[in-house]
């Protein structure tokens, strides 16, 4: 598994190897990077939950990035070539033109930026899996939308409750096979249609804590890099993710690294949940 | 016969071409053509802009617009307003009725105070702490978050607001939610 994606840190070059977890650090290259929210706590999360399964191969492909793209344009550069089967593109400043030039050889989960990125290009249907939120739906729902920020009026008044037919009216465009729609309920998506929703346990204070559908990402991705199929990584990753809030006893002020410290327990919990 | 289908074929390419090259573009609208000459000479180098001709129902006055990556809309902003250009509008090029989102819904949630703005949130205790920033997907985001995250929004000087240290749509949207928070503080 690759996973490609920016660190908030200003001028920093770009980055490839191994990652490791020391603490609430990652190491990558003998270089120290911060669990934050974003890519930082994608790879934590990826990381913890391939410990379980006594994996660890996992390359991140990094740069410096704090909005001016720098970072991201090595990023697309580097991804014009990859050697694995999964790619993850996370945090990263949507570029149309230089998304279109990444290898799409290997299946592609796109979150964050590298969703935004492969919306507005309109090449959704190259990838694997999305994993938005209700407002990034109506983005994605919304044909003329170039970013979840520069919509038409009517997605102002989304909620959760218009998802299904945000659903539908996402795949009228370039989606792709399958789709995470976050939110009160999680739903679960294959070619269009909703074949699970996930909704328990219920732990409001997740919305607040940023990194939290890194952390979903995460798990979701290595999931499918240990064997599960789609679909089962999907739910079971959603599962596992809610999970989290409640053995973390999440609140508003949770800091991410501290949920991600209980993947390794809410996944045997809800793994042994699941058998039952 | 042929020739002509084939221009006809290579006319409704050609449309097909000139309508993708304008996905993710806006264009800034000047009051005078003077204005767009200075913002060309401070913008270029940094972002990836291009002066053209606004088209004709939305020209307002200056033959002279500026094409920029909606993407760079917010830091383009910042450059512009340090150096007092002032320009009349920035609009998006796929569609003229998209803008920036606004709309802002607050709730509380086990005491805290969260404000959401589109794909943007920020989370508050009482006193006004930043305890968390979620949401987003561009860069600049988790870079807000690690600078603003444990401060008081009442005592953030005005270099470090989202507005001032972002780049990107995201910040442009967290700077909205930033706003409505320090409101709810401050009443």
Do not use: W
């Amino acid at each position: 598994m690759i996973i490609a994606g920016t660190m908030p840190i200003k001028g920093l070059d770009l980055v490839i190897g191994k990652a490791t977890l020391k603490g609430d650090k990652i190491i990558i290259n003998n270089k120290e990077f911060p669990v934050s929210m974003g890519t930082g706590a994608l790879i934590g999360a990826v990381l913890k939950t391939l410990e379980y399964f006594g994996e660890k191969d996992v390359k991140i492909i990094t740069a410096g990035d704090i909005g001016e793209g720098d970072g991201s344009l090595k990023i697309y550069n580097a991804l014009k070539e990859i050697d694995d089967d999964l790619l993850i593109i996370h945090y990263i400043k949507p570029k149309i033109s230089k998304i279109k030039e990444i290898d799409f050889s290997p299946k592609i989960i796109a979150d964050a930026g590298g969703m935004y990125a492969a919306k507005a290009a309109n090449i959704g249907d190259k990838f694997y899996l999305f994993l938005p939120d209700v407002g990034e739906l109506a983005f994605l729902a919304d044909e003329k939308a170039t970013h979840p920020a520069y919509v038409r009026g009517f997605i102002s008044e989304i909620d959760d409750k218009e998802v299904p037919k945000l659903i539908e009216r996402a795949y009228k465009l370039k989606m792709p096979k399958y789709m995470v729609v976050k939110g009160e309920t999680d739903y679960i998506v294959k070619e269009g249609e909703i074949t699970n929703t996930i909704k328990e346990p219920k732990i409001e204070a997740m919305e607040c804590i940023g990194g939290t559908g890194d952390t979903l990402t995460g798990i979701i991705s290595s999931l499918i890099s240990v064997g599960f199929n789609a679909e089962e990584a999907m739910s079971l990753g959603c599962k596992i993710n809610r999970k989290l809030g409640e053995v973390a006893n999440a609140k508003p002020n949770t800091q991410v690294i501290e949920i991600i410290s209980t993947i390794p327990k809410a996944l045997e919990m809800t793994l042994k949940q699941i058998k039952q | 016969m042929i020739g002509k289908l084939k221009n006809l074929f290579k006319l409704k390419k050609e449309t097909k071409k000139e309508k993708e090259s304008l996905e993710g573009k806006g264009l800034i609208i000047f009051e005078n053509t003077k204005d767009a000459m200075k913002a060309e000479n401070i913008l270029k180098g940094k972002y990836k802009i291009k002066v053209v001709a606004p088209p004709a129902e939305i020209r307002e006055g200056c033959d002279l617009a500026i094409e920029y990556e909606l993407i760079d809309e917010f830091g383009i902003k910042r450059e512009l307003e340090i150096n007092g250009i002032k320009p009349l509008k920035f609009i998006s090029l796929s569609d003229y009725s998209l803008k920036p989102l606004e709309l802002i819904k607050v709730k509380e949630v086990d005491g805290f105070i969260l404000v959401r703005c589109g794909n943007m949130k920020i989370t508050i205790d009482k006193e006004g702490n930043i305890v968390n920033i979620s949401g987003g997907g561009c860069p600049d985001v988790p870079y807000l978050a690690l600078k603003l995250k444990g401060k008081n929004i009442k005592e953030i000087k005005e270099e470090e607001t989202p507005k001032n240290l972002g780049f990107t749509l995201c910040a442009y949207t967290l700077h909205k939610a930033y706003e409505k928070a320090k409101e709810l503080v401050n009443e």
